[in-house]
């Protein structure tokens, strides 16, 4: 009953929080991000070669009146990441192109009156796009998406962890490392972990 009970002031507090979301505020944010492989058939290749690039997006942040400091987080990003192939073989580059929505629960306090920190973690789903495909432990350059032997696969999870700074509730920066959750090759035990640093502008 005590359960039950304590179920019922979470949603309550949760969904009094939506009166809260005029005070949403919006995150134009990028940066750097990388990414890295690993799994039990990943290959050697794969593990030695991380890639590197940027990212891009917007958050929107909701406050949850009852919660003080515990806020909803969801984004919209876009992340482009390259490696160089060191073999000699060709392709010479293989990349990645996806979009993400991460969704994340965050919690942030004040450290001066002019600096707020905060933790944030949750799920996060990619889509990925115009990436370079895949065929035993070799990246290739078929354009053939409708074999699934021969493609990365499209649609990934992650779940992510971070930290914000804020300054001046105007700048922020943020760090996070997000942890491969499902199979980025279809077809073998592969997963992906990222890392990203940036900036974002608050509006």
Not at 121 to 133: H, T
Request: with cysteine; glycine share 10%.
């Amino acid at each position: 009953m005590r359960k039950f009970k304590l179920i019922l002031v979470l949603a309550a507090a949760l969904l009094g929080g939506t009166a809260a979301s005029a005070q949403a505020e919006w995150n134009a944010n990028f940066g750097y991000a990388t990414t890295s492989f690993r799994g039990t058939e990943c290959s050697a290749f794969l593990s030695s070669h991380p890639l590197r690039g940027f990212y891009a997006g917007l958050t929107h942040e909701f406050y949850f009146s009852a919660l003080a400091g515990l806020t909803f987080e969801p984004g919209f990003y876009y992340y482009y990441q390259s490696g160089q192939n060191d073999s000699g073989l060709t392709p010479k580059f293989f990349r990645m192109h996806y979009f993400s929505v991460p969704l994340n629960v965050k919690y942030s306090f004040e450290l001066s009156p002019s600096l707020m920190a905060a933790f944030y973690s949750g799920p996060a789903v990619n889509v990925g796009f115009m990436g370079n495909l895949f065929e035993d432990n070799t990246f290739v350059t078929s354009t053939n998406l409708l074999d699934p032997m021969h493609r990365l696969t499209r649609v990934n999870a992650q779940w992510d962890f971070g930290v914000s700074l804020t300054l001046a509730g105007a700048v922020q920066i943020r760090a996070g490392y997000a942890l491969g959750l499902s199979r980025l090759i279809r077809e073998q035990n592969v997963y992906n972990n990222s890392f990203t640093v940036g900036v974002g502008f608050l509006f």
